[in-house]
């Protein structure tokens, strides 16, 4: 499907001006996992910032993003992963202290007294596995590194008993891959690390929580770990990016490909650009926009990061297209999808900030893009605006800085006047009592 150049044009406005910078966590930390519980409050816990492997939490609640520390943890942890369970709870599960041990235990954040409780030992420790919820509320941990090798071992945890018991193990030892709940309930295992396998994997497999097994797939034409997968509104599972050692530099490196797995076939799609070599990203599926976004990232890792990325990506109509926003590039951020339309990212490499991505006014459908028209444009003097109902206008430098703005009655005439602004790109905002949307301006 086509999209005009009006739509395309409102969508890059819109993804532009739809990340906030809100209040920065207490603690710079990357490596950390963050979770959202019951009651809307988001939980962040461990990872790595100020030369320290930290054991330290702070919550924040959903749409206020102010973060308060509680009590630290038992233990310091890195690479773990976290999940909001019944009762308004969190469970932390495994993670590396730093030194040498590859956590085996977890640990229950009890959010109705703010207090901390051991949680059970998994069959063996472990830090870079992957966990994912499925959809009777049990939780999927994966393969992951015991400080000696990779894992193909996985466990369950039932939040009903509290348990966790071991169930079959994966057909390949893996760390630093991707799960993904399909819309069937099973979930893919995608890629991953081990030096048995030229370090990144290809191999895909597949775990049915009805048997308990796993079944082996298709493989990915690309090999890749540390990539991130998103389910697609038909069913369908994006790959993008990850890395790949570059034998000849020496190096891992972000790799510049996404490929698309379909359950009904098994099949991988031919492997297409996404414009840059990411790794160390994120991937959500919005679905009031139907919008797939990548929120920064990294090229160059392994001996140090050589190259962050400060874009975010979507995916629209078979391609790739940047929206830069200013914020610097992020290394082993967190990420999480808050609901339907809002994301949260926190921290990376020495980094304390955090970002709402908030898509809600977002739309990828043609009837949707709002009956208004802008003229001249290109302008050197007055531009005109004509629309039903309009109530405000304010244009926008590409700082974001409101250079001019006009409230309008119902007898003004909805215009402004750019002849003494320099020439250049600017982003005019429109208010009417029945849409908000943004246009692309040039002087």
């Known amino acids: 499907m086509k999209f005009s150049s009006l739509l395309m044009s409102l969508l890059l406005c819109a993804l532009a001006s739809a990340q906030t910078e809100v209040t920065p966590m207490n603690e710079s930390r990357h490596g950390h996992s963050m979770c959202l519980m019951d009651n809307g409050i988001v ?75 051991a949680g059970p030992n998994m069959s063996i420790g472990r830090s870079n596995h992957r966990s994912i919820v499925l959809n009777d509320g049990t939780i999927l941990i994966s393969g992951g590194y015991d400080g000696s090798n990779d894992l193909a071992s996985c466990d369950l945890f039932d939040p009903m008993s509290g348990t966790i018991s071991p169930t079959a193990s994966m057909n390949y030892a893996r760390s630093s891959h991707a799960l993904t709940l399909l819309n069937d309930g099973r979930v893919l295992a995608s890629g991953g690390f081990n030096p048995n396998f030229d370090f990144q994997m290809d191999e895909c497999e597949i775990f049915d929580p009805g048997t308990g097994q796993w079944s082996v797939v298709a493989s990915m034409h690309d090999p890749r770990d540390n990539h991130a997968c998103v389910l697609m509104d038909d069913g369908r599972v994006m790959a993008t ?37 990411y790794s160390y990203h994120q991937i959500f599926n919005f679905e009031n926009s139907n919008l797939p976004l990548i929120f ?28 830069w926003n200013d914020w610097s590039g992020t ?48 302008t050197n003097g007055i531009l005109q605006v004509s629309g039903r109902d309009i109530q405000s206008l304010e244009l926008l430098n590409s700082c974001g800085q409101v250079v001019l703005a006009q409230q309008l009655s119902s007898h003004s005439s909805p215009s402004l006047d750019l002849t003494g602004l320099a020439p250049g790109t600017y982003v005019l905002k429109i208010t009417s009592t029945d849409f908000m949307a943004s246009q692309v301006v040039i002087r």
């Open 296 to 323: 920064g990232g990294t090229d160059h890792s392994g001996n140090g990061v050589d190259l962050t990325y400060n874009s975010t990506l979507f995916w629209l109509s078979d391609q790739w297209s940047d929206v």
């Open 43 to 117: 939980l962040i816990t461990g990872g790595s910032g100020d030369f320290t492997y930290r054991k330290s939490a702070e919550i924040g609640e959903s749409g206020v993003w102010n973060w308060s520390l509680v009590d630290d943890m038992t233990s310091r942890r890195f690479s773990h992963t976290s999940h909001g369970i019944s009762g308004n709870r969190a469970l932390i599960i495994g993670g590396w202290d730093g030194e040498s041990t590859n956590h085996v235990s977890t640990e229950i954040y009890l959010g109705d007294i703010g207090a901390w409780e």
């Open 241 to 277: 990016g990850g890395r790949y050692y570059n034998g000849s530099e020496n190096w891992f490196e972000g790799l510049d490909s996404y490929e698309i797995y379909d359950p009904a076939l098994n099949t991988w799609s031919s492997p297409q650009p996404l414009g840059y070599g």
């Open 331 to 378: 290394y082993r951020y967190a990420a999480i999808q808050i609901d339907n339309s809002v994301a949260l990212v926190t921290g990376g490499e020495d980094d304390n900030r955090a970002w709402v991505f908030d898509t809600s006014n977002i739309s990828v459908d043609e009837k949707d893009a709002p009956a208004f028209s802008v003229y001249p444009n290109p």
